[in-house]
């Protein structure tokens, strides 16, 4: 599969988590929906082109996650006026959100001839010449980001047995105790298919756990990300 890596950093991050409303919490990673969004709005895509695509996009692309710093969050508090409304109708409303948000993404391409690699490398295109259509955010428009690409490079088959990774494992992957023990870990439960009316399928719910600036070993499937670059090369678990 072809694919490329890249970093994602920025002040403030808010991807909401769909169980919680009145005052949203967030995920602790991108969901691969926000990403693919990400994509879209960085390559022109128009909105109504993407929704109609989006779900096999989530099908066609596949990521992985890697944490290379330690994740801090605040509760951010606003006022909510209506647009018509008596100046005195207003309520407070609150939201958490991810201070000084760092991720380095895999992206990989599962299907070629499909909206999914015209995406997939308009986006690179653009990464590489550091155009952005429409500005990217992490999850709200007042959450811009920086994008930087890493490499390029292609996923290879997919194995099975112990690996050493700083990427995301799923919750079902076996730790090594003895690589856990002094690793500050954080769990998840990403969406990673959203319909065309960008609502999250209950069922494409995928539970992670990753390692926090570190690595540790487990044991499952995974896949090995080769960078064009010499001597880059390093295990991942694709969702």
Not at 86 to 104: A, C, L, W
Not at 153 to 176: A, I
Request: hydrophobic fraction near 35%.
């Amino acid at each position: 599969m072809k694919a490329f890596r890249m970093k994602i950093s920025g002040q403030w991050a808010h991807f909401r988590r769909t169980e919680t409303n009145n005052q949203p919490l967030t995920h602790n990673i991108i969901p691969k929906t926000a990403l693919i969004g990400l994509m879209g709005a960085v390559s022109g895509w128009e909105r109504a082109k993407l929704r109609k695509a989006f779900p096999q996009l989530c099908q066609d692309i596949a990521y992985s996650v890697k944490v290379p710093a330690p994740l801090s969050k605040m509760s951010f508090g606003f006022t909510a006026r209506p647009s018509i409304s008596d100046v005195y109708d207003k309520s407070r409303k609150t939201m958490e959100i991810i201070r000084n948000p760092q991720y380095e993404v895999i992206v990989a391409l599962r299907q070629t001839g499909s909206d999914a690699e015209a995406l997939f490398s308009n986006f690179v295109n653009c990464l590489k010449s550091e155009e952005q259509y429409y500005p990217a955010v992490l999850g709200l428009h007042n959450c811009p980001c920086n994008l930087e690409l890493l490499d390029e490079g292609e996923v290879l088959q997919e194995n099975e047995g112990e690996f050493d990774t700083s990427y995301f494992v799923l919750s079902s992957h076996k730790p090594r105790m003895d690589t856990v023990q002094e690793v500050v870990l954080g769990f998840d439960k990403i969406p990673t298919i959203q319909n065309s009316r960008l609502r999250n399928l209950p069922d494409s719910y995928v539970p992670v756990v990753f390692p926090v600036n570190a690595s540790i070993k487990v044991e499952g499937k995974y896949n090995q990300y080769r960078s064009n670059r010499q001597n880059v090369s390093f295990a991942c678990v694709l969702v």
